[in-house]
């Protein structure tokens, strides 16, 4: 970047092909169904006997890369449930953090994807997640880095909120299937 604030020719050049690069890299990714299949099932395993979870269950008989098959699940979109009681929705919301939390720090894994039409959620305040294309991962440091954030966040600590950002490089987190 120049002191104008405009890009200069050099750091334009080498953003352009690695933006290109990371895109080209993530769309493949994403229309690859078998590794969208071995990360739904990676899911699935963590939140088996979870209570008021239920991922779907892939059928690998009629799974390739091609093509993914799986259970169907029912429920309406994560922004439709606003008639559902307050306690009820404070469950759901408890459930979809602990969905893209517990796999991001426990297992250095993370849900790409949360937005409403990838959240289904039943009466009962049950939720189902589809759409496993977009998955990543942390390494330990990033980990540490993402739970130091959290606490500072907990304890109103500004300081030490900024730390744990600063210390992160800006990486690319590859899209791996776990
Ligand atoms: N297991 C499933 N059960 C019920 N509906 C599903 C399921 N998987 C996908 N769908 C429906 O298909 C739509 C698109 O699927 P999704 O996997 O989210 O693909 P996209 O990458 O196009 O967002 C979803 O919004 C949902 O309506
Ligand atoms: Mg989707």
Known sequence: ??????PTSRSSSSTTPRACSEFSDTLRAELDYGREATSEEFFRAIFKSAH??????????????????????QGRRASEVADLPAPRR???????????????LV??????????????IK?????SVIDFGKVGRLTPDQRRHVIDIFLA????????LTTPCCKSPHRRIPSTAP
Do not use: K
Not at 1 to 6: K, V
């Open 1 to 6: 970047m120049s002191t104008s604030g405009r």
């Open 52 to 73: 008021g979870f239920n991922i779907p269950d892939v059928i690998e008989q009629y799974t390739r890369s091609r093509v993914l098959t799986e259970e169907r699940v």
């Open 90 to 104: 404070a469950a759901i919301s408890r459930r979809i953090v602990r969905f893209v939390v517990v796999p991001a």
């Open 107 to 120: 297992h250095g894994v993370f849900y790409g994807d949360p937005h409403p039409g990838n959240l289904l």
């Open 123 to 127: 009466d009962d305040g049950s939720l």
């Open 153 to 160: 966040i907990a304890r109103s600590d500004g300081r030490h």
